[in-house]
T-cell receptor, first 113, second 115 residues
Framework: QKEVEQNSGPLSVPEGAIASLNCTYSDRGSQSFFWYRQYSGKSPELIMFIYSNGDKEDGRFTAQLNKASQYVSLLIRDSQPSDSATYLCAVKGYGAAGNKLTFGGGTRVLVKP | DTGVSQNPRHKITKRGQNVTFRCDPISEHNRLYWYRQTLGQGPEFLTYFQNEAQLEKSRLLSDRFSAERPKGSFSTLEIQRTEQGDSAMYLC?????????????FGQGTRLTVV
C-alpha cells in the first residue's frame, strides 16, 4: 500500500462546475496536508495546506480534512480551463516524518470549455 | 525573482558521464530539499539539509548521488556515472525552518535526459 494515494484520473469536469479530488494516507500520525498544482512539464506550485480537521477555504479552492478517516480532499469551484493540471497531494508526518513531504501520484484534471 | 532557482533547466548527457545541478533557495529559508520526479509519478524525496547539515537521505540516493550545501545557502546535486534510469526531473524546494506546518516551495526543476 502506498503511503499517499490518489486516483490518477483524468477527472473531466465542465467549465464552471466543481472539481472534487480525493487523497488518502496510511500514516495515522500524519500532521499536515498540502495540495500542489503541476502543469505539464512544470514544477509543483503550492495551492494550500491544512492541518486541522474540517474545511479551509482560499478563493475558489477548499481543502477538507478528516483525520479519523485518513483522507483529505480538494474542491475547485467554478472550474476554469486554466485549472487543467495535475494536482498533487502531499503529507507531512510527526517528528522526523515531519521533515519531508510524501507525495501521492497526482490526479490529472481536465476542464472542458 | 526571489523564488527557488535551479540550473540548468535541461541537461542531456551520455550514459556514464557525471552531471551536477545547482539550487538556490529562497534567501531566508534554512531548509532545502531535493526530490526526483519521473513521468506520471509524484515527486520522490531524495535528501534534505538544515543549513549546511545533510540530515536525511532516502534509500533512493545511491552511492552515485551526492548532495552538498557547503555554506548553508545554495546546494548542488551530483550524479556520477549516469544511467538511463536517472532520467527524470530533479526538483529542489526550500522552506523556512522545520515543523509539519511549514510550506515548501519548489524551483523550476532540472530535467535530465541520459542517452
Amino acid at each position: 500500500q502506498k503511503e499517499v494515494e490518489q486516483n490518477s484520473g483524468p477527472l473531466s469536469v465542465p467549465e464552471g462546475a466543481i472539481a472534487s479530488l480525493n487523497c488518502t494516507y496510511s500514516d495515522r500520525g500524519s500532521q499536515s496536508f498540502f495540495w500542489y498544482r503541476q502543469y505539464s512539464g512544470k514544477s509543483p506550485e503550492l495551492i494550500m495546506f491544512i492541518y486541522s480537521n474540517g474545511d479551509k477555504e482560499d478563493g475558489r479552492f477548499t481543502a477538507q480534512l478528516n483525520k479519523a478517516s485518513q483522507y483529505v480532499s480538494l474542491l475547485i469551484r467554478d472550474s476554469q480551463p486554466s485549472d487543467s493540471a495535475t494536482y498533487l497531494c502531499a503529507v507531512k508526518g510527526y517528528g522526523a516524518a515531519g521533515n519531508k513531504l510524501t507525495f501521492g501520484g497526482g490526479t490529472r484534471v481536465l476542464v472542458k470549455p | 525573482d526571489t523564488g527557488v532557482s535551479q540550473n540548468p533547466r535541461h541537461k542531456i548527457t551520455k550514459r556514464g558521464q557525471n552531471v551536477t545541478f545547482r539550487c538556490d533557495p529562497i534567501s531566508e529559508h534554512n531548509r532545502l530539499y531535493w526530490y526526483r520526479q519521473t513521468l506520471g509519478q509524484g515527486p520522490e524525496f531524495l535528501t534534505y539539509f538544515q543549513n549546511e547539515a545533510q540530515l536525511e537521505k532516502s534509500r533512493l540516493l545511491s552511492d552515485r548521488f551526492s548532495a552538498e550545501r557547503p555554506k548553508g545557502s545554495f546546494s548542488t546535486l551530483e550524479i556520477q556515472r549516469t544511467e538511463q534510469g536517472d532520467s527524470a526531473m530533479y526538483l529542489c524546494a526550500s522552506s523556512l525552518g522545520p515543523g509539519a506546518n511549514t510550506e515548501a516551495f519548489f524551483g523550476q526543476g532540472t530535467r535530465l535526459t541520459v542517452v
